[in-house]
């Protein structure tokens, strides 16, 4: 949008929605049209839904998480088991495994990974509180399910040696060909540990 | 996000995000994330640029443009030409001819096209106040900049017809090949119209 063609509110409001992940100056531009003219129908309840996670929005003080209560609604659910825990870098990876499904356990969110490169050192990560959790003695098994990429994998090295002083089983997300994938667009050191790990 | 691992909040949150065009759920996920990482530097303002424009953005009552002001800033801009009215189906069609940027002409908006499928018919669109604003002698020329659509270029004859019984010259944007397109890429009427059209 040029300039002296509408007040600075709206343009601000593209500017703003052009910082969305997913959305650039031009997507921004139709959101702010589709939202104005759906004003009370959309645009009202979307700026309150935000204030409110302003307002409520917390991460937990027990695993990282984000919930609008401290303890996240996982902490506090009693159906899970608290042996298992979990280890992830981001609040999205821990979505990620709970829309997956399959296990009823705890977590523990990094907040990051390991990268020299972008100054991020281990006092940068909630690392202190996963050990702490740890000497609790509750937990058996420390599953890290870190992303697949070098940073990922160092910080699993890592977060391995300092929980090898402790009595916990420590392991890792399987590595192998992904379910409806096929092997011609795989990339050989994935196809190489699926043929290695082949069961 | 599967149920119970997060307040009805963030949820809610996700859902508004993903009716925005352009952000599917997945991406909407992505964005609350990113919105509630940053809160005070984003979230928020994002939250008040919205409400901002949910009590000042309303429609133009001369041209139908949207702006915090009405009359709107084009409209108010003395140093327009009153005597060109380019009329267009919709607002976005309106920023991307001011983006385009060369003439310092008036609009009029219709808020749509003339479409029997849908229902949309002469009376809920934006023409009688095209019709008076024409009828007040002013105008000189109309340029019909509606889409190159079936629908959009009804509703031009119908607007064309309309106006014939003033004194006002009605045209048309040019048909043509893009500028940087492809011939070999290129749907046969365009290049039929382009061939015939040549200068």
Known sequence: MSKHIA?????????????????GPRSARRAALHLIKKKEAFLQ???????VAVDTVQACSFCGNI??????????D??????????VED??????LERAGSMRVCYHVLGGRLSPLDGVGPDDLNIQKL?????????????????????????????TDLLAR?????????????????LDYLDDGTLAIALQERA
């Open 78 to 87: 009693e159906r899970r088991d608290p042996a298992t825990l979990i280890v």
């Open 166 to 182: 402790f009595d916990v089983r420590v392991t890792r997300l399987a590595h192998g060909v992904p379910v409806g994938g096929e």
């Open 91 to 96: 609040v999205s990876d821990l979505w990620a």
């Open 131 to 159: 050990l702490d959790r740890v000497a609790a003695g509750i937990v058996e098994e420390v599953i890290l399910a870190v992303n697949a990429t070098i940073e990922g994998q160092t910080t699993a090295y890592y977060i």
């Open 45 to 51: 309840p979307l700026s309150q839904a935000m204030q």
């Open 67 to 76: 919930d609008t209560a401290d303890p996240c609604m996982i902490c506090k």
């Open 7 to 23: 007040g600075p509110e709206i343009e601000r409001l593209i500017q703003l929605l052009a910082r969305i992940p997913g959305l």
